[in-house]
């Protein structure tokens, strides 16, 4: 095996998640793995090149924050029996956006293993997206758009403010702005998914605070462990349970500079 090429880590799937991508789709997320690896040496898309690094921080750790929403397998991971609540659909085609999706973590990987699901690429840098939308039609994907804008400004616009079922941030900012940008993007019993490394009980008694304001509120918050890095991912699940307050999202910056 090539050194540049991803590692076979089916056991691990079903491991970890309870599932296991199909053979077509791990030759898409090779695919996608190399057409990082080229892009990256003009765009600079991850600082994390190396094959098994790659499989664990951008694939897996994509896919982690959706496992309720994934066909289950066997045996479910305790963890995840704890998420049974969050999946009384597995069919239901959920509209999602990737709020920050950089790179395309984690709306490409997402969108690879669910292609009934229409999933918009949020992104405020045009360089990137178009990057995404070359990768997006080479790996036959017919469910992604991309979107250049803030999250301040979409979470204010029709068609956008509160139409998804799942808004996903990852690596994008303090939690309590995560859900800003999130929730007024959120339809009524929608989730956000924010994935966090640390995560400590003053920061969740917090985001449940900020939750409260923008019309949510946090239903989960679970910890798992890394399949081959040392360390815990949390992934904290927000459910919209009103609407957002038309004050949410705030002008642009301000979110970052005056969190909630």
Request: hydrophobic content about 35%; charged content about 20%.
């Amino acid at each position: 095996m090539s050194d540049r090429t991803l590692p076979n880590r089916s056991d691990v799937w079903l491991q970890t998640l309870g599932w296991q991508p199909t053979s077509e789709q791990e030759q898409q997320f090779e695919r996608l793995f190399q057409q990082i690896l080229r892009a990256n040496q003009q765009l600079n898309l991850t600082r994390i090149t190396d094959p098994q690094d790659f499989w664990e921080k951008h694939l897996w750790d994509s896919l982690v924050g959706i496992a309720p929403w994934l066909p289950p397998g066997s045996p479910i991971p305790t963890w995840l029996q704890d998420l049974a609540s969050l999946s009384t659909d597995l069919n239901q085609a959920m509209r999602v956006i990737d709020i920050g999706t950089g790179g395309g973590f984690p709306g490409l990987p997402i969108a690879i293993i669910k292609p009934t699901w229409p999933i918009t690429l949020l992104d405020s840098t045009q360089k990137k997206l178009t990057f995404l939308e070359q990768a997006t039609a080479d790996l036959g994907l017919e469910n992604v758009e991309g979107c250049c804008d803030r999250a301040e400004n979409l979470g204010q616009q029709s068609p956008y403010r509160e139409s998804f079922d799942l808004a996903l941030v990852r690596a994008v900012g303090p939690a309590s702005v995560c859900a800003e940008y999130a929730l007024p993007l959120l339809a009524l019993q929608g989730y956000a998914v924010l994935y966090r490394g640390q995560w400590t009980t003053e920061e969740q008694e917090g985001l449940k605070a900020v939750a409260s304001k923008l019309g949510g509120e946090v239903v989960a918050v679970l910890p798992v462990k890394m399949p081959h890095s040392p360390g815990i991912r949390h992934c904290i699940y927000l459910r919209k349970t009103q609407p957002t307050d038309p004050k949410f999202p705030r002008r642009v910056g301000v979110p970052t500079r005056k969190p909630l």
